[in-house]
């Protein structure tokens, strides 16, 4: 969103921009070079469609909203509603036992996780340390609270899922890690060329067509 004034809000930030498609440049020395790394294969590899029934599982019934997949290193990490400003990291050999997921997780439906997401903000637009952010920054917080809608499209968030194994096995460039996030409804996705792809769960279906 630009202003007018020359300023500029963050890639991802206090909108919801279902047509967000971006790429960022990663180091051209690591492009370079990316045909002569062999990749190593993880426990992530050996037991992916597992995993992401786990990550799905979590997205869908439990208080997770942002999971970040490493597929190189099995090293996941999680941010729930029910503990907002910490950050969890699991093994992925633990996410694939059964009684770790059920009994680590609280569970809430999707729908209620999105309607506590917009009582806390709520909260906060009451709170006395709101006053300390600009008019601007107000303004902004109190439009996009408004304009909160579903965290996200059940279907498309099935079809990242879904289609996340096929990025880890591209010809020559494949997944790093990737980053699903419901409060935005994006995916940031990074590969082994070091660049970064973001984009908003609506256009990953686009994406998936045009490169894979």
């Not at 690591?30 to 002569?36: E, F």
């Not at 942002?66 to 509603?81: A, Y």
């Not at 340390?129 to 059940?154: G, I």
Request: aromatic share 12%; net charge negative; glycine share 6%.
């Amino acid at each position: 969103m630009n202003t007018g004034d020359n300023k500029k809000s963050a890639l991802v930030g206090y909108g919801f921009d279902d047509n967000l498609m971006r790429s960022v440049k990663g180091d051209e020395g690591l492009k370079d070079s990316v045909y002569n790394r062999e990749r190593t294969q993880s426990i992530v590899d050996d037991n992916i469609e597992e995993l992401m029934d786990v990550v799905l599982f979590l997205l869908l019934s439990t208080g997770i909203y942002r999971i970040v997949i490493g597929l190189n290193n099995g090293e996941i990490k999680t941010s729930s509603v029910f503990d907002p400003f910490n950050v969890e990291i699991h093994l992925a050999e633990d996410l694939l036992v059964p009684d770790y997921v059920f009994n680590h997780f609280g569970m809430i439906a999707l729908d209620e996780k999105e309607a506590l997401i917009k009582r806390y903000y709520q909260m906060l637009e009451h709170d006395r340390a709101f006053d300390y952010l600009s008019d601007e920054w107000q303004a902004a917080f109190h439009q996009r609270n408004k304009d909160m809608k579903q965290l996200t499209d059940e279907g498309e968030l099935r079809y990242i899922v879904d289609h996340i194994p096929e990025l880890r096995n591209l010809d020559g460039y494949y997944l790093r890690s990737a980053v699903i996030n419901l409060f935005n409804s994006t995916i940031s996705m990074s590969f082994n060329c070091d660049g970064t792809q973001i984009m908003s769960h609506k256009k990953f279906r686009e994406f998936i067509e045009e490169y894979v």
